[in-house]
């Protein structure tokens, strides 16, 4: 399915009411930090797929991409921007909260929080950066884009080029001279399996994804100036 704008404009496809707008967006930002602390608890528990070891949250933090890039394309990078915005405090803070609870994807208990644990606070910072830079990316990349005849296009590259700084940013501030001797030495082999497996997830299922919630939300909301073509 392919939608042609009748005239280029940064302006959203789908302007919302003003009084509308602000919960929207507070539900946007919910849906990012919710997919953020599954991500955090589910990067816990490793597996192995086709030879290749991966965990669960290479599966499930993609998924914000795929949130961003709606919120793109139906109301604007600057309503995806003020949705980054609301969720970068909060999200640092969850990261650090659920890295300290839950080790090996299990619960280890309130005590953890007594402490103030510098190896794990570093983890979700570098978390928080990899988050902003990466969506800021990935909503540049997808507003260049938006445009274009083939619906895929904007979603596919954004994630590609929005993934590849997300993830090397995140292992590169985590990892790189960090006390885990295992991660400083290998964390740019580990973190292109990681993007690779995201990749490939986000294009072969997300991609699909996007399109049918993309023309579920088109259905429903207000008329904007976009001619669907043929599906």
């Known amino acids: 399915m392919a939608f042609v704008a009748t005239a280029p404009s940064p302006r959203p496809s789908h302007p919302l009411p003003p009084e509308q707008l602000p919960r929207v967006l507070a539900v946007l930002a919910l849906l990012h930090v919710l997919v953020i602390i599954a991500s955090n608890v589910l990067v816990q528990l490793p597996f192995q797929i086709g030879g290749v070891h991966t965990t669960w949250g290479a599966f499930t933090f993609p998924l914000v991409f795929v949130l961003t890039d709606l919120t793109v394309r139906l109301l604007g990078p600057a309503a995806a921007r003020r949705v980054v915005a609301r969720v970068m405090l909060p999200a640092l803070a969850a990261s650090y909260v659920v890295s300290v609870l ?84 290998h964390w740019v082999e580990i973190a292109a399996v990681d993007y690779a497996t995201k990749l490939a997830f986000s294009l072969l299922a997300l991609l699909p994804l996007y399109g049918a919630a993309l023309r579920a939300l088109l259905r429903r909301l207000p008329t904007a100036p976009l001619t669907p073509q043929a599906v």
Request: hydrophobic share 65%; charged share 15%; net charge positive.
């Open 102 to 185: 839950f080790v090996d994807g299990r619960f280890a208990g309130w005590a953890g929080l007594a402490t103030f644990n510098d190896f794990v606070f570093r983890i979700a910072l570098a978390s928080f950066a990899a988050y902003v830079v990466g969506q800021l990316t990935d909503i540049a990349v997808f507003a260049r884009l938006r445009r274009l005849r083939a619906w895929w296009v904007a979603p596919a590259a954004s994630t590609i080029v929005g993934g590849l700084i997300d993830t090397f940013v995140f292992f590169a501030a985590a990892f790189w001279r960090s006390p885990d001797a295992f991660m400083a030495e």
